[in-house]
């Protein structure tokens, strides 16, 4: 099949190249031409596994292909994914004035029957929008899907080609055949949905994952409190089948640009339809909290954090990405700086984009740099390569384990004072 996919950040560039995998011809639009100039020359802008090597073998076997031109990505296309961004506006709801662009250029220059699929995380009730603005233009047939994605960060390709369950919402048998079509040659349960519960799929599955952590972070305050352990607690906890030991992991919690963002415009959905958002209001908070409770177990272990050096191992949101968006590493780095804290810090993908966001903090080569000289050490991404230093090499005795790595006795017996979160 012929598909455009519009918008090449990580959702597009994932769902183009994997689409051409599974033998569909793409073609990627974007309105960044720098960023199409290199998609073209093969150069893969974004570190995510598996996906430098779709792109090169794709440009080569013709399937995969990239233009800033709205109207030749689409000329032929069966469906059009919308993949562009929508980032939050001061009050956490979603800022769509880019799909509306979209919805416009489509508009304009589609002369054939698509089927236009929303990609992109948005607000229930905003395929009804993009069908509005359509048929305002469109002098031909279309349809409208909502095909939400699922994808993990630095999993991405895998969770595309092997996904949990793919989620199809349409509103008419022409729309769902070829939505259908699109992914037949994935072997994934398929759930056919009318347009409003995909959406709202989408959001709940984000909200719903980070309560899951948040409430683990809960949790592991009481724990600190009375001598159990975070970890073994939800090992039994999440033995039962019907929670799961999944994302029920305490630490310095969630971040990046999807739970945030999407906890977010969920409350403010939730509130325009006056359905009490209490419960995940609780859960950005509980967020929020855990921070400032490592900067707190920081200033217990220093006294006032004011002119010491603290090391920060770790910049990205999480392990195996490059992204600092809205990362907890680095937002934490702000926290311990605002009380005066002077930061030395590593990551293995992501210090070019940390540079980009922070400031006065002395980048180091890896983990036995960062720690030299410093008065405390914070572990705040679990990269493996954290996970596996020899930790004799360290040159520091103060330590807190904010993703809770290592075992408590054995660090205490290498002579570490330790802190983790929620265990002694
Ligand atoms: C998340 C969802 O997992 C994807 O299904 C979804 O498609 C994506 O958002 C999106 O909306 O695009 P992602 O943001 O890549 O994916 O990252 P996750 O692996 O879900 O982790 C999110 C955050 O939660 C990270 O900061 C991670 O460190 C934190 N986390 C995760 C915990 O603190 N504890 C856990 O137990 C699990």
Avoid at 21 to 42: R, T, V
Avoid at 67 to 94: L, M, N, Q, Y
Wanted: proline fraction near 4%.
């Amino acid at each position: 099949m012929k598909i455009a996919v519009i918008g090449t950040g990580y959702v597009g560039l994932t769902t183009g190249a994997c689409l051409a995998e599974i033998g569909h011809d793409i073609i990627g639009n974007d309105i960044d031409e720098q960023k199409i100039a290199k998609l073209k020359k093969g150069i893969c802008p974004i570190f995510e596994a598996g996906l430098p090597e779709l792109l090169t073998k794709h440009l080569k076997s013709g399937r995969l292909s990239f233009t800033t031109s709205i109207k030749d990505s689409i000329k032929d296309a069966e469906a059009i994914f919308i993949c562009v961004g929508t980032p939050p506006k001061k009050d956490g709801s979603p800022d769509l004035s880019f799909i509306e662009q979209v919805m416009k250029d489509i508009g304009a220059n589609l002369k054939h029957y698509a089927v236009i699929v929303e990609k992109s995380t948005v607000p229930v009730q905003t395929a009804q929008w993009m069908k509005s603005l359509l048929a305002k233009h469109l002098k031909t047939d279309f349809d409208v899907a909502v095909n939400p994605e699922f994808l993990r960060e630095g999993t991405s390709v895998h969770d595309f080609l092997h996904p949990d369950r793919i989620v199809i919402g349409t509103e008419t048998a022409k729309a769902e055949k070829v939505m259908s079509a699109v992914y037949a040659p994935i072997k994934a349960p398929i759930m056919h949905t009318n347009l409003e519960s995909a959406e709202l799929i989408k959001h709940a599955s984000n909200s719903f994952l980070s309560a899951k952590i948040s409430f683990a972070n809960m949790v592991s305050q009481l724990c600190e409190k009375t001598n159990a352990d975070i970890k073994t607690v939800m090992d039994g906890v999440g033995m039962d089948k019907r929670i799961g030991r999944d994302f029920l992991n305490a630490g310095l919690g969630y971040g990046g640009f999807c739970f945030p963002k999407d906890v977010d415009a969920f409350i403010s959905v939730l509130k325009k339809h006056k359905v009490d958002a209490s419960l995940l209001e609780a859960v950005v908070e509980i967020n929020e909290a855990q921070r400032a409770h490592v900067v707190d177990i920081a200033k217990e272990l220093l006294g006032s954090l004011k002119n010491k050096t603290i090391a920060v191992l770790g910049l990205a949101f999480k392990p195996n990405t490059d992204d600092v968006r809205l990362s907890p590493a680095c937002l934490l780095i702000e926290d311990l700086q605002k009380q005066g804290a002077k930061i030395r810090s590593t990551d293995p993908e992501a210090l070019e984009n940390a540079k980009k966001i922070l400031k006065n903090v002395t980048y180091c080569k890896d983990a036995y740099e960062t720690a030299e000289g410093a008065d405390l050490l914070i572990l705040a991404t679990e990269w493996s390569d954290f996970k596996t230093m020899d930790l004799k090499k360290l040159k520091v005795k103060k330590f807190i384990d904010a993703r809770n790595v290592f075992n408590p006795v054995e660090m205490k017996k290498l002579g570490f004072e330790y802190r983790s979160i929620g265990r002694k």
